[in-house]
Nanobody, 127 residues
Framework: QVQLVESGGGLVQTGETLRLSCAAS????????MAWFRQAPGKEREFVAA????????TYADSVKGRFTISRDTAKNTGFLQMNSLKPEDTAVYYC????????????????????WGQGTQVTVSS
């Protein structure tokens, strides 16, 4: 089992930055993928970014490409989502997720591909 705890959400203004963290425990993530998803009120959960833990191969949703950066600290077993140039449409609850995927080179992008989830952290961007 993997336990995930997000932190770093908050209220910011348009154009500002936030850095989310996702601390993992229970397993080292060396054969895992980690992803960030978000869910705004009344909308479905959507993919934001993902990283293959062992190689740091990343993939991003088009809506955040060039503004958000996913990374990980293998020594701390912690993932990060650096969010720059935030927009009101980025407002959502952000969830980190992880799944054991030793054979997949490219990180998966569907919520159904991830078995372990954090509790979420609210990000609100005011205009």
């Amino acid at each position: 089992q993997v336990q995930l705890v997000e932190s770093g959400g908050g209220l910011v203004q348009t154009g500002e930055t936030l850095r989310l963290s996702c601390a993992a425990s229970g397993r080292t993530l060396s054969s895992y993928h980690m992803a960030w998803f978000r869910q705004a009120p009344g909308k479905e959960r959507e993919f934001v970014a993902a990283i293959r833990w062992s190689t740091a191969v990343t993939t991003y949703a088009d809506s955040v490409k060039g503004r958000f950066t996913i990374s990980r600290d293998t020594a701390k077993n912690t993932g990060f989502l650096q969010m720059n140039s935030l927009k009101p449409e980025d407002t959502a609850v952000y969830y980190c997720a992880a799944d054991f995927r030793p054979l997949f080179v490219t990180p998966r992008v569907g919520p159904e591909d991830y078995a372990f989830w954090g509790q979420g952290t609210q990000v609100t961007v005011s205009s």
